[in-house]
């Protein structure tokens, strides 16, 4: 029998996440153009995926291509403040028709369940409602907006009780308001108030390109400060609501392309991701290894150890040494290890020290996670007072001396390390001084 190892190996990969997101609530949002796009069709499946996996979805969508078009068809002028839309009474109307055809056309998309499809058996169901009550904007900077809204209050007890009927919430940005008027709404504010009200797990914000890109180079994660400073000099309407989001207290906030087939699965799937994420927390982070990092360590140096680039550990002698590892960890997950082991003189006293074991998981080399571990590294050394630290090594030379050290010969090394030097893998001997702060 033939098998795809790609495959087989890229379903159990993402175990871990499915089973994290399992229960979790994802509030995703939509712009007008990504429902008119080939691959909206693609995005359906991904999402009832996502719902026959557990995961609780509520969708937001925007209109405003649909809406545009409508007004130019009705020989009606698209008038705004800014980038909001003023709503006169006129244009309510045409967007109010707008509105109601798209949800349709959505709720159609995800209700196929042909033998042949990806959904087949799926059973989806689509619920909407009034479950917004908004509020006018009122006048900004002289302009009345007349019915143009923003969120109010979200009914999250009544959206809660249909995502644990396994539905997908649909929100159309539209509310109405205690005097039973209706108000044109934002799909970005709303799908920011929606996954504060609700606590989501995520936001995800599809836009026309995937990652947000600064000076030509795209960009994969920001923290909620990162982002801010970007924001100031980059336009960018979905990175203002992803900031706004994080600082209303949404952990994480993901944009991606709607034109990109997969990128959702992908996001959300595989630790490198298709897009940008926007995170409020410490995504990543530098850690002393723990017992029960003994499973992860292993998993990163094994592949190492087969093609000789390291010697290889037991379990038994990780678990022995484990405090001596440190961990770079993203999202919970180690993504890169090493570790400082103390070289003693003849009394006992630790004279020098040694990093071995540097591995980094493929997907994650290049993000500058090797080096932030030797900083962390050279710190520990540095509060042990230690003169000098070494590495041994026999491919990663270049690495290490672009970042300071020098190669010296096995008569430089200390005494008792000498007698451990292995002739027959050959290894270069790099040095360097540890700095006092």
Known sequence: MNTDNTTLNWFRNA???INDLRGRTLVVAIPGEGFAHENFRNLVHDLALLISLGVRLVLVHGA?????????????????????????????????????KLRFEIEAAFSQGLPDSPMAGSSLRVISGNFVTARPVGIIDGTDMRWTGRVRRMEAGAIRRALEENALVLLSPIGTSLTGELFNLNYLDLAAEAAKALSAEKLILFRDVPQLEVKGEPIYDLSINQAEEVAEYLDSETLNCAIAACNSGTQRVHLLSYAE???????LFRREGAGTMIYRDSYEVVRRARINDVGGILGLIRPLEKQGVLVRRSREKLEAEIDHFTLVEVDGTPVACAALYPILDD???TVAAEIACVAIHPDFRGGGRGAKLLQHLERQARALELPEIFVLTTQTEHW???RGFTQVEVSDLPASRQSLYNIQRNSRILRKQVVPQ
């Open 261 to 267: 087939n997969g990128a959702l699965l992908q996001e």
């Open 15 to 17: 175990a871990p996440y």
């Open 400 to 402: 290490f001396i672009e």
């Open 347 to 349: 009394q006992g006293d």
């Open 64 to 100: 405003r291509a649909q809406v545009n078009e409508a007004l130019a068809q009705a020989g009606i002028e698209s008038r705004f403040q800014g980038n909001t839309r003023i709503t006169d009474r006129e244009t309510l109307e045409i967007i109010k028709g707008a509105l109601g």
